[in-house]
């Protein structure tokens, strides 16, 4: 079976598109440093003054700017916090940061002191990321200009205001688009080598294709959406837009949304034996949910 042309159907939130309300919304945002692998992020922080001082610089840039700002360092030392980044099942620990750090967007900081017989200089990496998703939304290289200085802090605010204008406008621009538009994910069904249905079998009362059933709710709890193609083994939306909040205005982050649709899924069963529900599992990788029909 072919694929489907792109589809829009919306759907209710709290949330007035921007162009309506002829205000901008503006984000709350984390600075976190960047980290590597096996590095303890919290130690990383409160040994080293000069990755203190180029995070407060960054923050410094975004709180003159009317951005509202939530402290790093407390929020690591906060209990549940704590429990997230010593958890053993650190998969991907910057995506736990992001996801439970209260904010809006978080913005990793990542600094070199490059130094020379010319002058010393500091080269500055702004990557910022939308947190229910942690995907990204803008990301730029500053550079402070070579200078006999030894002042990490210094150098590293000459290097943020190379470029925090543009940054800002960027990552502004893209989160404007999500309060409108929605935030992007993708969508995945799948069926199991046990299973003993496809994509074609009828479901529910309306003895509907199950693929059918599925872009159904799909459409009905998107607010854009796109079908790449559709199989008798699998359904995938390479492109979802799903509202930022939900009816009460809570945060619909990526998990949740795919409780909603596991949960429908769950509902589901063959035409021919509605006493027999289909069994589901769900998977999340990135900003792609996976449901599988076993």
Same mark, same amino acid.
């Given at each position: *079976? ?14 007035? &598109? ?11 945002? *984390? ?13 990383? /922080? ?5 990755? #203190?001082?180029?995070?407060?610089? /960054?923050?410094? @840039?975004?709180?003159? #700017? ?13 209990? @549940? ?15 736990? +940061? ?6 809006? +967007? ?44 030894? !002042? ?18 960027? *990552? ?10 929605? #935030? ?24 509907? &294709? ?21 199989? !008798? ?27 909603? +649709? ?7 069963? &063959? ?24």
């Amino acid at each position: *079976m072919a694929g489907f042309a792109q589809n829009k159907t919306d759907v209710k939130t709290n949330e007035t &598109p921007s162009s309506e309300k002829n205000v901008i919304v503006r984000p709350t945002i *984390m600075v976190f440093p960047f980290f590597k692998e096996g590095q303890n992020i919290r130690t990383l /922080v409160e040994d080293d003054v000069n990755t #203190r001082l180029v995070m407060a610089k /960054v923050k410094e @840039a975004f709180d003159k #700017r009317g951005y509202s700002t939530i402290d790093f360092l407390s929020k690591v030392r906060n209990l @549940a916090v704590n429990e997230v980044l010593n958890s053993e099942a650190q998969s991907d620990l910057k995506t736990q +940061i992001i996801q439970s750090s209260g904010a809006d +967007i978080c913005v990793e900081v990542e600094y070199n002191f490059l130094e020379s017989n010319i002058g010393n200089e500091v080269k500055l990496i702004l990557n910022s990321y939308e947190s229910s998703t942690s995907s990204t939304l803008s990301n730029k290289v500053g550079f402070s200009g070579k200078f006999y200085s030894q !002042d990490i802090g210094k150098l590293a605010a000459r290097a943020n205001d190379s470029v925090i204008e543009d940054f800002l406008n960027v *990552m502004q621009q893209k989160f404007t688009d999500i309060i409108e538009n929605g #935030r992007y994910l993708s969508l995945e069904f799948n069926l199991a080598a046990s299973a003993d249905i496809k994509m074609s079998s009828e479901v529910t009362n309306e003895k509907l &294709p199950l693929s059918d059933a599925l872009e159904l709710w799909v459409a009905e709890h998107t607010k854009n959406y796109h079908i790449q193609g559709v199989t !008798d083994l699998k359904v995938l939306f390479d492109v979802i837009r799903v509202p930022r909040l939900d009816a009460s205005g809570k945060m619909l982050t990526t998990t949740r949304y795919s409780l909603d +649709i596991f949960r429908f899924c769950n509902t589901l069963f &063959p035409s021919e034996k509605p006493d027999k529900k289909l069994k589901v599992e769900r998977l999340i990788k990135g900003n792609t949910i996976f449901i599988t029909f076993k």
